[in-house]
């Protein structure tokens, strides 16, 4: 589509979808009218369903903020499977969990967030000052690498089922392949580099403490429903406003925010709507 002669609008509100230095993307215009450049939500999807940025883009549209809202592809998600299915991505899970598949993936889509943050913002004009991040599952581990890191500016964060912890992973994995992974001293520092529990002392130690919800379906693994509280519990515990910080339980909600296979988009789930007005009041409230 077109973009207009006004920047930070479009002529009209559908997905735009492209690559943006080598990332697929899909993009939603603001779904009303924003007086100059507008905010930006950008966001990391899951590996679970949905496991594309035009699935997430669907599942969480965000409408009601008034902000771009960017959606990146995960590596070997998406336009970057290989051979059109996500055998790529098991073979990886299968082989070695930590270091194939779970440190790698997160890590690439950090170190490729700057460089497609610059492009789409020249492209679209949007304001990178007042920007939110967002991930599920996995992507809520990227999100929480780019808090961490703290180099680049950001105004607020939402989670959902979020990947605080690789070695909760771990878990996951080793049940679904019924055997035990085989750590080693290369694997530990990976887990710990993935630990966002562990790391929560960084993210509060940002000049600007981000604002952050965390959602935490009733029905996720229990692990990752653990290490959300735990994440939670101790950042409000460094805050100055720990309302600042915030865990939304929501019933009825498992692991995954749409129907397999996920890859494409689809119509919203009636929990994924839930979480989707969750997340849109609180990047709403501290997007302002």
Known sequence: ME???VRGRTAVEEPITGTAAGVPFTVLPPSAEVSGPAPVV???????????????AAAL??????????????????????DGSMDALVERAVRDAMLAYIDP??????LEFPAALAELRERFGF?????????????????????????????????????VRARSVIGVVEGMLEQPYPWNDEADQA????????????????DTQVPLL????????????????????GLRGQYAEPDDVRLAEVPGLAHPLAEDPGI???????????????????????LR
């Open 105 to 110: 993936i997160a890590a690439q889509a950090a």
């Open 191 to 206: 887990a710990d580099r993935l630990d966002f529990v562990a790391r929560s002392g960084e993210i509060s130690a940002r």
């Open 214 to 233: 965390v959602v935490s379906g009733e029905e996720d693994f229990p692990a990752f429903r653990e290490d959300a509280g735990e994440l939670v519990e």
């Open 3 to 5: 973009i207009d002669s």
């Open 264 to 286: 494409e988009p689809a119509p919203q789930l009636p929990i994924a709507k839930v979480v989707d007005d969750a997340v849109t009041e609180w990047l709403v409230r501290h």
């Open 127 to 163: 304001d990178t000052s007042r920007m939110a991040v967002v991930g599920g599952s996995l992507g809520g581990a990227v999100a929480l690498t780019i808090l961490t890191t703290r180099e680049i500016p950001v105004r607020a964060a939402a989670l959902i089922n979020p990947a």
């Open 42 to 56: 950008v966001a990391w999807h899951m590996i679970d369903a949905p496991r594309s940025d035009a699935a997430f």
């Open 61 to 82: 549209p965000l409408a009601g903020v008034p902000a771009w809202r960017v959606y990146l592809g995960m590596p070997l998600c998406g336009a970057r499977m290989v």
